[in-house]
Every structure is written in structure tokens, then in C-alpha cells.
Nanobody
Framework: QVQLVESGGGLVQAGDSLRLSCAAS????????MGWFRQAPGKEREFVAG????????AYASSVEGRFTISRHNAKNTVYLQMNSLKPEDTALYYC????????????????WGQGTQVTVSS
């Protein structure tokens, strides 16, 4: 069982940066693949970034590649999403997710989810 708590969201202006954190409970965090997803009002939840349990592989949605960076610190049971050059279209509720086996973009495959942290980017 893994519990996830996101933090770091807020209201920023276009071009600003934010770093989201996702703190996980449980002693086996280092064995979980992690993902960041987001959901804007009226839209489907979408994949943003993912990182394998070892940190050796990462993946990004094309809309954020080059601007966002996912990383993890297994000793701190935390995964991060550094978001630079934010745009108004990045406005959404951001979730982190964990799964012991799956690594990919499908929201239906992740077993554990946090409650989300709101990111709002003004123009």
C-alpha cells in the first residue's frame, strides 16, 4: 500500500517556474514506477511525465518536453516535477501516481493516486 501527497502548486504568471513534490508513505517506494498527470476543467486526465523505479528512465508528454523535468529521491520517498516556462494551458489539477509494475501513460494502469495540487498559470 502506498499513500501519496502532492504539494507545491499555486498561482503563477506565464513564464514562471514551480516545483511540485509528491511524498509517498511506505518502505517500498523505491520499487514503484511513478507518474505525474494533470486534469483541466472539462478535460480528461492526461499523462505529463513518468519515471521508472530506478530513476533510469523518464518519459514526457510532447506538450511539456523540454520545459518539465521529473526526478525522484528514493531515500526521501519523494518524486518531483520541476516545471519551467509555464503557460496558461498548463493550468490544471496535478496528480502523482504509483504502480509497482506498470510504467507508461495509461491512467487506468496506476494503482495509487494522490489527491492533487492545483497549478494556475495566468497570462
Amino acid at each position: 500500500q502506498v499513500q501519496l501527497v502532492e504539494s507545491g502548486g499555486g498561482l503563477v504568471q506565464a513564464g514562471d517556474s514551480l516545483r511540485l513534490s509528491c511524498a509517498a508513505s511506505g518502505r517500498t517506494f523505491s520499487r514503484y514506477n511513478m507518474g505525474w498527470f494533470r486534469q483541466a476543467p472539462g478535460k480528461e486526465r492526461e499523462f505529463v511525465a513518468g519515471i521508472r523505479w530506478s530513476g533510469g528512465s523518464t518519459a514526457y508528454a510532447s506538450s511539456v518536453e523540454g520545459r518539465f523535468t521529473i526526478s525522484r529521491h528514493n531515500a526521501k520517498n519523494t518524486v518531483y516535477l520541476q516545471m519551467n516556462s509555464l503557460k496558461p494551458e498548463d493550468t490544471a489539477l496535478y496528480y502523482c501516481a504509483a504502480d509497482a509494475r506498470y510504467y507508461g501513460t495509461d491512467t487506468n494502469e496506476y494503482d495509487y493516486w494522490g489527491q492533487g495540487t492545483q497549478v494556475t498559470v495566468s497570462s
